[in-house]
């Protein structure tokens, strides 16, 4: 049992390029969101969905998009990056049937030069 | 996380108790959450209150939820330098999706 996997776990990117990362997770949870988290400022949300073709938008969703055309993944786009973006970027899953954990990736530490 | 609050650091001496607060705004969350975070590693759950309840006792953790004043507070006895870590509060907002708000988060430092 996996749980969530994230990748990549670090990246570089230049200002202007796009880029996926990835989150998969294989508990069959419905509930699937994207943190980001900066120094002093918590994890903020950016984008969340509550089951396969729902998505919707948390606290910071400007320069990001996401998609859930299945239950097992949860794709993060970045069209065109910025070094506001560079940050560690949280996946994470949930039951709606069981509300007492919610599962985390490792993170992805993206830098934006 | 601008609707929960944490103090962000915290420093004690090994053996002594630890006492981390958090305050929360929405008075209809269901669960409320402590999570750790080591260096350059993930969120990994501590422990969870369900908003029915006034206190949870796990081990050398002790969870106390006031919801009149929409407090929580995380207490680890015979605080180790194993402990030193980020400690974030969460609520999930069921009325909200199942949204999770984080805190902040508390930098706990445990000197020998």
């Known amino acids: 049992n996996a749980g969530v996997t994230q990748t990549p776990k670090f990246q570089v990117l230049k200002t202007g390029q796009s880029m996926t990362l990835q989150c998969a997770q294989d508990m069959n949870h419905e509930y699937m969101s994207w943190y980001r988290q900066d120094p002093g400022m918590g994890l903020r949300l950016i984008h969340y969905s509550v089951g396969a073709g729902i998505t919707d938008q948390g606290e910071v969703p400007n320069g990001y998009n996401v998609s859930r055309s299945t239950t097992e993944d949860f794709p993060l786009r970045l069209l065109s990056a910025a070094p506001s973006q560079t940050s560690v970027y949280f996946c994470?899953?949930?039951?709606?049937?069981?509300?007492?954990?919610?599962?985390f990736g490792q993170g992805t530490r993206l830098t934006v030069v | 996380g601008e609707d929960v609050e944490q103090s962000l650091f915290l420093s004690v001496r090994e053996g002594d108790s630890s006492v981390i607060n958090c305050t929360y705004t929405?008075?209809?969350?269901?669960?409320l959450y402590w999570y750790k975070q080591e260096p350059g590693a993930g969120l990994q759950l501590l422990t969870y209150?369900?908003?029915?309840?006034d206190m949870k006792q796990d081990q050398r953790l002790t969870v106390l939820l006031n919801k009149k004043d929409k407090h929580l507070s995380l207490r680890i006895a015979d605080t180790q330098t194993g402990d030193s870590a980020i400690y974030f509060c969460?609520?999930?907002?069921?009325?909200?999706?199942?949204?999770?708000?984080f805190g902040q988060g508390t930098e706990l430092s445990v000197k020998p």
């Open positions: 969460a609520e999930r907002r069921d009325n909200q999706g199942g949204k999770l708000i």
């Open positions: 929405d008075s209809s969350s269901t669960y």
């Open positions: 994470a899953s949930s039951s709606h049937r069981d509300k007492s954990e919610a599962f």
């Open positions: 209150i369900f908003s029915n309840m």
